[in-house]
């Protein structure tokens, strides 16, 4: 299978980094912002093709799907052209800005057949399976997920301290990670609020930012985000249950009284990403809908919509 990456900074190197992973895939074009650094990566990786421009990457009839790593606000138009062409498309987090746009790649993917999958991360990370298991299999009830996602940002900088062309959002990005995931485990979300500290004055955006969510089970979640926190960065999930407490750190578990759990066991890797990726393509080998494909994520960018207008108002 040959995949066109879209987004050549530092979270398109970690599907890089997994796809070369993942025996039957090449990636044979790399799109970019400027060529110059784009070819740089594209040399580390043996990538055959660059561009900056994604319709160039379209137009070559070998590529069968289309990994974005782009900025949020290309997400929907850069989805929507990938299945136009005929291509199968990943989408990085967050699907959209916006509930229509995410709409809109939604009534395309059930136009066209293809598989649209969005990579909402933690539905794949080792620890939150093992908790999603212990759900499915009767043998926990979540009670409360207390989630804290705490960075350090005063400009537009990637994970890796780079500089980058757009402006990052405590709701529409980080937040969706975690509405997404306490669905996913709890069931569907009936109950969100929302509230937000300061904007910042260059940035334009709230840099702290409290959201409340209550599931039909009954189970709670309380999710934290800063982008004010001088300390340790990330996001830490807390699994409060009737018979237990987890805390989950990205791939790695650990109990409530910090003793580590074994999750290597759980899938054929350790790394998220890699696992998000094989889903990806394993779907479009099985012709069949992946696990977490743009209409099992789309009821996330409701309650999305839903606090943005809660804090607009």
Request: net charge negative; aromatic share 6%.
């Given at each position: 299978?040959?995949?066109?990456?879209?987004?050549?900074?530092?979270?398109?190197?970690?599907?890089?980094?997994?796809?070369?992973?993942?025996?039957?895939?090449?990636?044979?074009?790399?799109?970019?912002?400027?060529?110059?650094?784009?070819?740089?990566?594209?040399?580390?990786?043996?990538?055959?093709?660059?561009?900056?421009?994604?319709?160039?990457?379209l137009a070559m009839p070998e590529?069968?799907?289309?990994?974005?790593?782009?900025?949020?606000?290309?997400?929907?138009?850069?989805?929507?052209?990938?299945?136009?062409?005929?291509?199968?498309?990943?989408?990085?987090?967050?699907?959209?800005?916006?509930?229509?746009?995410?709409?809109?790649?939604?009534?395309?993917?059930?136009?066209?057949?293809?598989?649209?999958?969005?990579?909402?991360?933690?539905?794949f990370n080792p620890s939150h399976?093992?908790?999603?298991?212990?759900?499915?299999?009767?043998?926990?009830?979540?009670?409360?997920?207390?989630?804290?996602?705490?960075?350090?940002?005063?400009?537009?900088?990637?994970?890796?301290?780079?500089?980058?062309?757009?402006?990052?959002?405590?709701?529409?990005?980080?937040?969706?990670?975690?509405?997404?995931?306490?669905?996913?485990?709890?069931?569907?979300?009936?109950?969100?609020?929302?509230?937000?500290?300061?904007?910042?004055?260059?940035?334009?955006?709230?840099?702290?930012?409290?959201?409340?969510?209550?599931?039909?089970?009954?189970?709670?979640?309380?999710l934290s985000l800063s982008f004010?926190?001088?300390?340790?960065?990330?996001?830490?999930?807390?699994?409060?249950?009737?018979?237990?407490?987890?805390?989950?750190?990205?791939?790695?578990?650990?109990?409530?009284?910090?003793?580590?759990?074994?999750?290597?066991?759980?899938?054929?890797?350790?790394?998220?990403?890699?696992?998000?990726?094989?889903?990806?393509?394993?779907?479009?080998?099985?012709?069949?809908?992946?696990?977490?494909?743009?209409?099992?994520?789309?009821?996330?960018?409701?309650?999305?919509?839903?606090?943005?207008?809660?804090?607009?108002?």
């Amino acid at each position: 299978m040959k995949i066109a990456l879209a987004g050549a900074g530092a979270f398109g190197e970690k599907h890089l980094d997994g796809l070369k992973l993942i025996d039957g895939v090449e990636v044979v074009s790399l799109i970019g912002r400027t060529l110059d650094a784009t070819a740089a990566v594209a040399e580390r990786y043996g990538i055959g093709h660059v561009t900056t421009d994604l319709a160039e990457s379209l137009a070559m009839p070998e590529v069968d799907a289309v990994i974005l790593c782009t900025p949020t606000q290309m997400h929907a138009a850069q989805a929507l052209a990938c299945m136009e062409a005929g291509k199968h498309v990943q989408i990085e987090i967050p699907l959209a800005d916006s509930l229509a746009d995410a709409e809109a790649v939604f009534d395309k993917q059930r136009e066209t057949g293809l598989v649209c999958m969005v990579g909402h991360t933690r539905r794949f990370n080792p620890s939150h399976q093992y908790i999603h298991n212990k759900v499915r299999a009767g043998e926990l009830n979540i009670q409360q997920m207390d989630v804290q996602t705490y960075f350090f940002r005063r400009k537009n900088m990637n994970a890796k301290g780079q500089p980058r062309s757009w402006t990052d959002h405590l709701l529409w990005h980080h937040a969706a990670h975690t509405v997404d995931l306490f669905a996913y485990q709890c069931g569907p979300i009936v109950k969100a609020n929302a509230i937000e500290g300061p904007h910042h004055p260059e940035l334009g955006i709230a840099m702290d930012m409290s959201i409340q969510l209550k599931a039909d089970s009954g189970a709670i979640c309380t999710l934290s985000l800063s982008f004010n926190n001088d300390g340790p960065l990330g996001t830490y999930f807390r699994y409060i249950g009737d018979n237990g407490t987890w805390n989950a750190r990205y791939d790695d578990l650990f109990t409530g009284k910090e003793e580590p759990v074994d999750v290597s066991g759980i899938d054929v890797s350790m790394n998220g990403i890699e696992l998000q990726d094989r889903e990806f393509l394993a779907a479009i080998r099985e012709g069949r809908e992946p696990n977490s494909s743009v209409a099992q994520v789309l009821a996330c960018y409701r309650v999305l919509d839903q606090l943005e207008k809660q804090l607009a108002a």
